[in-house]
């Protein structure tokens, strides 16, 4: 294997590079495969295992049988381009233009891939909350920049001001801002948020964010960044099909941002995929127009999920810390007396056939202590499962 590459700088930037210089598989993909080899209920991988609304499925099978199967427009049908600006319309009052501030991409991922790629040249700095989704710092360091975080610490999960500011400096590129953030559940708060706008102002720094549950919050509603003053020509929004209409396998991203930012995204992810998902993006337009009632019911049925799950680990003795959406809720393994959430994953097939991911995963090591006892586990899944995981989960209950 060659030694030197930008490949290495994305294992380093994802925290897989180990000391002998040889990366490791994701978290992810450990802990699957260790669900897999054990029969436990694998609630690490963060991906629903029931359809989403019928009739967005329906319209992919009907686009496919009607023979749109060859590339799409480069940016994206203009179905899809119209519903995602009706979309942010409706919900949020921003006004897009589906023709020049509309590109759809392979999932959220590529979009954030061609942005930073797109943006960020090697010395620049980009910041991110920490614990932060692996692919970020495995983009920041591909694309040659430097990855700053600013912590959210536990309980809440909110940072702080101070630590915020101190992480914006001359050399600022970007900030990327996930909220829902993964892993934590949280929703940053508008406060928050005006932080950063002001930050960016005075750095000139490019507002990237990822929104991927954004229909997927509870009692807490998110707030684009992009409805801030100030944001508006500086904010680059990514959000997806996936989380919403549990079709993560279609890989349907979308940004919108002003025309000259999408014209510079443009010119990297056309060397990218080029295009995708001809017969899925049709559909992801009619989920879209669905009715808002079907959206409040998607997240009410992912609350009552997380109940189901949140009892059953707070009768296994876990605390619990409850997010404002998203797939995950992360529990505090310290009332049981394990210290090391890893070393818990790795023994929690064998105690109790659960599998889950230890939240130090999207930590960097040398800031791991503040998050070492806990772990995320997905409820995205159907009851039946979670039921079944809270039973499981029960036998620990004796250890506290």
Same mark, same amino acid.
Not at 183 to 203: D, K, M, N
Not at 247 to 269: D, Y
């Given at each position: 294997m060659h030694r030197t590459g930008p490949w290495l700088r994305a294992a380093e930037g994802a925290m897989l590079l180990g000391p002998d210089g040889v990366p490791a598989p994701t978290v992810f993909a450990e802990m699957s495969a260790l669900a897999a080899a054990t029969g436990a209920v694998n609630l690490g991988q963060g991906f629903p295992d029931e359809d989403g609304p019928a009739v967005v499925l329906d319209a992919a099978v009907e686009a496919i049988r009607q023979g749109v199967n060859q590339y799409p427009p480069g940016r994206g049908t203009p179905g899809l381009?119209?519903?995602?600006?009706? &979309?942010? /319309? &409706?919900?949020?009052? !921003?006004?897009?233009? $589906?023709?020049?501030?509309?590109?759809?991409?392979? =999932?959220? @991922?590529?979009a954030l891939a061609a942005t930073l790629l797109a943006f960020v040249e090697p010395g620049d700095e980009v910041v991110t909350f920490e614990p932060f989704y692996d692919a970020y710092g495995a983009l920041i360091r591909l694309a040659g920049g430097t990855h700053v975080t600013v912590p959210l610490t536990a309980p809440d999960f909110l940072p702080d001001e101070d630590t915020l500011r101190a992480a914006f400096s001359d050399r600022t590129r970007v900030v990327l801002v996930n909220t829902p953030h993964n $892993?934590?559940?949280?929703?940053? $708060?508008?406060? *928050? +948020?005006?932080?950063?706008?002001? +930050?960016?102002?005075?750095?000139d720094a490019l507002i990237v964010t990822d929104e991927v549950y954004e229909h997927l919050t509870f009692a807490t509603p998110h707030v684009p960044i992009a409805?801030? $003053?100030?944001?508006?020509?500086?904010? *680059? @929004? !990514? /959000? /997806?099909? =996936?989380?919403?209409? /549990?079709? @993560?396998?279609?890989?349907?991203?979308?940004?919108?941002?002003?025309?000259?930012?999408?014209?510079? !995204?443009?010119?990297?992810?056309?060397y990218l995929t080029f295009v995708n998902g001809a017969p899925f993006q049709p559909a992801v337009a009619v989920g879209l127009r669905l009715p808002d009632e079907v959206f409040h019911g998607i997240a009410q049925d992912l609350a009552a999920k997380h109940d189901l799950l949140a009892a059953g680990l707070r009768s296994a003795g876990f605390d619990v810390l409850r997010p404002d959406g998203g797939y995950f809720v992360i529990a505090d393994t310290a009332p049981l007396g394990h210290e090391d959430a890893r070393a818990f994953c790795l023994r929690l097939p064998e105690l109790a056939g659960v599998v889950g991911v230890p939240v130090s995963a999207f930590v960097r090591p040398e800031h791991a202590s503040g998050y070492r006892s806990l772990v995320r586990f997905a409820f995205c899944k159907r009851r039946s499962v979670l039921a079944e995981a809270a039973t499981r989960l029960a036998a620990l209950a004796p250890a506290r």
């Open positions: 381009r119209a519903a995602v600006a009706e &979309h942010q /319309s &409706h919900w949020y009052g !921003i006004d897009v233009d $589906p023709e020049r501030d509309v590109l759809v991409t392979a =999932g959220a @991922t590529e $892993p934590t559940g949280r929703v940053l $708060p508008r406060e *928050v +948020l005006a932080t950063v706008v002001e +930050l960016a102002e005075r750095y409805t801030l $003053p100030g944001a508006g020509e500086r904010t *680059v @929004t !990514i /959000s /997806s099909a =996936g989380k919403t209409f /549990s079709t @993560t396998g279609w890989k349907i991203g979308w940004l919108t941002a002003a025309p000259a930012l999408v014209e510079a !995204i443009v010119s990297v992810k056309q």
